[in-house]
């Protein structure tokens, strides 16, 4: 089944302790990206990867970092949480580099920062 | 900046009744938009997209209609059902609107 795959789906940490949330995809997409979703705002990009070693800065970069050492894989680093990154955050994968290939996200990590 | 937006946080529809979702735009330069439909405990999923050479477009049971002049995107959908009752999201490219949650009253 081609899906997006995150882990894990929920996660209680608290401030300053080093967290990775994973991502996966199985469909041979180029494109993956990372967004936090928060209530009234939408969701909103934090980093994106056209290409493995390719990672640009997305809308809300600040606080996060990401590598794409591998096609099907980009995780989501947080060195030091802080309480403002409580959110639900979610991965995506498209087939292309054009902004016209349809993304599939993952089910969703629900972080939160005490 | 860029930014899209939708008109009404929460919309409630009787099942069976039509459905209109409202968004709208700032970039007159914007040509791709997508309507993404989110489930509760689920990760956002395409439902139609729209490029700006269009003024409407059809899917299953869904409209989208672009309106450029006045920078406006609608999502019609039909015949509303219980299963429709998501939270939907307008986005230009890779920005998103901040969402509207449909609630379907049997």
């Known amino acids: 089944e081609a899906q997006v795959t995150q882990n894990p789906r929920y996660l209680i940490t608290v401030t300053g302790k080093k967290l990775t949330v994973t991502c996966s995809q199985n469909m041979n997409h180029e494109y993956m990206s990372w967004y936090r979703q928060d209530p009234g705002l939408g969701l909103r990009q934090i980093y994106y990867?056209?290409?493995?070693?390719?990672?640009d800065k997305g809308d809300v970069p600040e606080g996060y970092k990401v590598s794409r050492k591998e096609k099907r894989n980009f995780p989501l680093i947080l060195e030091s949480p802080s309480p403002n990154q409580t959110s639900l955050y979610f991965c995506?994968?498209?087939?292309?580099?054009?902004?016209?290939?349809?993304?599939?996200f993952g089910p969703g990590t629900r972080l939160t920062v005490l | 900046g860029e930014s899209v937006g939708l008109h009404l946080p929460t919309l409630s529809v009787q099942e069976g009744d039509n459905s209109i979702i409202n968004c709208a735009y700032s970039n007159s330069a914007s040509d791709y938009f997508i309507w993404y439909k989110q489930e509760s405990g689920k990760g956002p999923q395409f439902i139609i997209d729209i490029r700006s050479n269009m003024d409407k477009r059809q899917g299953q049971r869904v409209t989208v209609l672009l309106n450029k002049t006045v920078k406006h995107l609608s999502l019609q959908i039909a015949a509303t059902q219980p299963g429709d009752s998501a939270v939907y999201f307008c986005a230009e490219k890779l920005t998103f609107g901040g969402g509207t949650r449909v609630l379907v009253k049997p």
């Open positions: 990867s056209m290409n493995v070693e390719v990672t």
């Open positions: 995506a994968s498209s087939s292309g580099l054009e902004f016209y290939n349809e993304q599939f």
